[in-house]
């Protein structure tokens, strides 16, 4: 008999005829940790908060975040709100590679650099979404100016230090591998890797051949010497702001909110994305019921029976929302909502 195969398919809805992308403006301040560059898309909103976007170890912001911003049902979002696009020192476009000996910011100092961003661009507050390491900065952010945080998405976030057997195992990948397949490695699972479809391929050629490479092993070596976030259920440190935690399907473990997951979601699920951020918005206050999709007004349905289950999580369940997130807990209940992609 023959076998049924699991077959993956990228999502491709991009921008319709006619629909062009809004102009962008890039800019650099000074921080006291360096210069930092972000990219600017769209006008201020009266009233509206700014999104904010951190890119994972080995991306820039367009790497990371252009398949989910120009996909085609996030227009109707994104043109609601103004967009800051934070590329990590040394990650930009044309970077030139840091002088040897150069000291790379830790994440938290990369955290520490964003009031600079806000208080240049007189933006008083964000919805931050971010990638892995981007997720932590953007965590640890919200941890130090909640007041400044009205919502985050946090996608394969890794909340906590690298413990010894962790350094244990990198050490021995390090012996064998080198850091571009190291990065590759923290993106994307090994199963991915080994099918190698179109994409893998595409963001192996942009490591591999990246000419700021020195500077994103500096970047990975800082996401390597993170701390604990320390997020402690119902204790003092906890996100203050609405959570969306998103975990790629092809992350190696059910609890892959705390691994070093592999997937990259809003690479190759846009559209499920796309319709669970609209979801989390709209909990925020933010988008009209009349703007959801008729898909997402049935899975509300489903969403608010699912979330009376005492928040326990299910494999078949696209989205969930609980007070209890896991491994991120947050403050009053449902304020965290789970999407596995
Ligand atoms: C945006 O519209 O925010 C966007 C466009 C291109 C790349 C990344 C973001």
Redesign the pocket.
């Known amino acids: 008999m023959a076998e049924l195969q699991e077959v993956q398919i990228t999502e491709e809805k991009p921008l319709l005829p006619g629909q062009t ?2 102009a962008a403006k890039t800019h650099s301040v000074e921080t006291p940790y360096g210069s930092v560059t972000f990219t600017v ?1 769209g006008t201020p909103k009266p009233k509206r908060p700014a999104i904010l976007t951190y890119h994972d170890v080995g991306l820039n ?2 790497s990371c ?2 398949p989910l ?2 996909f085609g049902d996030m227009q109707e979002i ?1 043109q609601n709100f103004v ?1 800051v ?1 934070v590329d990590a020192p040394g990650m930009e476009e044309g970077a030139p590679v840091f002088p040897l000996g150069y000291q790379y910011p830790s994440l938290d100092q990369l955290a520490d650099m964003i009031p600079c961003i806000l208080q240049y661009l007189n933006f008083s507050t964000v919805i931050g979404v971010g990638v892995g390491a981007g997720a932590y900065i953007l965590s640890r952010y919200a941890l130090n100016h909640p007041d400044t945080v009205e919502g985050l998405v946090l996608i394969n976030i890794d909340p906590n230090a690298k413990g010894w057997m962790d350094w244990a195992a990198h050490k021995l990948t390090g012996l064998t591998s080198s850091v571009s397949e190291m990065i590759l490695g923290h993106l994307f699972s090994q199963e991915e890797l080994s099918r190698n479809s179109e994409l893998i391929q595409k963001y192996r050629n942009i490591i591999t051949h990246a000419p700021n490479l020195e500077n994103i092993e500096l970047y990975w070596n800082s996401y390597n010497n993170r701390r604990d976030l320390n997020f402690e259920r119902g204790g003092d440190i906890t996100l203050k702001c609405p959570v969306m935690l998103v975990v790629g399907d092809q992350a190696p473990h059910e609890d892959a909110v705390m691994a070093d997951s592999g997937g990259q979601p809003q690479l190759t699920q846009p559209g499920k994305l796309t319709e669970a951020f609209k979801y989390f918005l709209q909990g925020m206050g933010y988008m009209a019921s009349s703007c959801m999709t008729r898909l997402s007004r049935s899975r509300t349905a489903s969403l608010t029976s699912a979330a009376s289950i005492d928040g326990n999580r299910s494999r078949s369940r696209t989205l969930s929302q609980s007070s209890e997130s896991g491994t991120l807990p947050s403050g009053p209940p449902g304020h965290t909502m789970e999407v596995s992609c």
Do not use: D, G, L, N
Request: hydrophobic share 25%; proline share 8%; charged share 25%.
């Open positions: 992308p809004e898309y912001y367009k975040f252009q911003f120009q994104i967009r696009h």
